[in-house]
């Protein structure tokens, strides 16, 4: 297997009719993100989901690609719960020869040597379908590594676990198996739990993050992104502040 780098990306909630949602320019912080992604050097960029404000819009994606068409770097996207899966895929087409597309927009891909998947968990949980089909790779490829939306289970943020959790972490736990490797977005922080073998690594928002102390809903106005470097001894990753 080769040295591949991967920029994991996530919930930049791009609006172009709200100029300042929150007060934040999310435009900005987002193209801020990509230069810093770019300068640091990547293979590959992952953005996991909530690539709309609040509603999905096919003028979002379409912002959202020209933003990531950059010479010399390879992208992929998953859908959030503020996003549409079939219109993100009107817009992000799985065509590449060595994409395998699965349920809602989940995808697999083997690059470098390396087997990674993105699993749609748009819908608040990971379907029955979903599942299947994850699982057919799994057997083939255990020591990939995943990328959803929602992580697999509540992660110690109040307002988060409270309100905006995975609807079935039981069945998430069981089917992701010990010594699963998810990185994933949506609760806008930075964190790394384990929880039955199963590795979650949160990645912040370009928007601003949750503060994990807190019942309710308190934005911390920072932004990052998180490296994600895999060689044949194992994988390392660090988060960005930008």
Known sequence: MERLTIAHVSDPHISLTEEMPYGVDVKKNFLDVLDHVHATGCDLIVVTGDLCFRDASAQVYHWVREALERPGHRFLVLAGNHDDSRLLEAVFPLTAPDLARGPGYSWWIRIGGWEIGGLDTSEGRITSEVAAWYLTHRERSPSSILFTHYPPFPCGVPH???????????????????????????????????????????????????????????????????????????????????
């Open 160 to 242: 988060m676990d409270r309100n905006y959790a995975l609807a079935n972490p039981r069945e998430a736990i069981g089917i992701l198996g010990e010594g699963a490797l998810v990185f994933c977005g949506h609760y806008h922080n930075d964190r790394v739990v384990v929880r039955e073998g199963i590795t979650a690594f949160l990645t912040p928002s370009t928007f601003f993050q949750i503060d994990p102390h807190s019942e309710d809903l308190v934005a911390v106005h920072t932004r990052g992104w998180r490296e994600i470097i895999l060689t044949p001894e194992g994988v390392q990753t660090t988060v960005h502040w930008v």
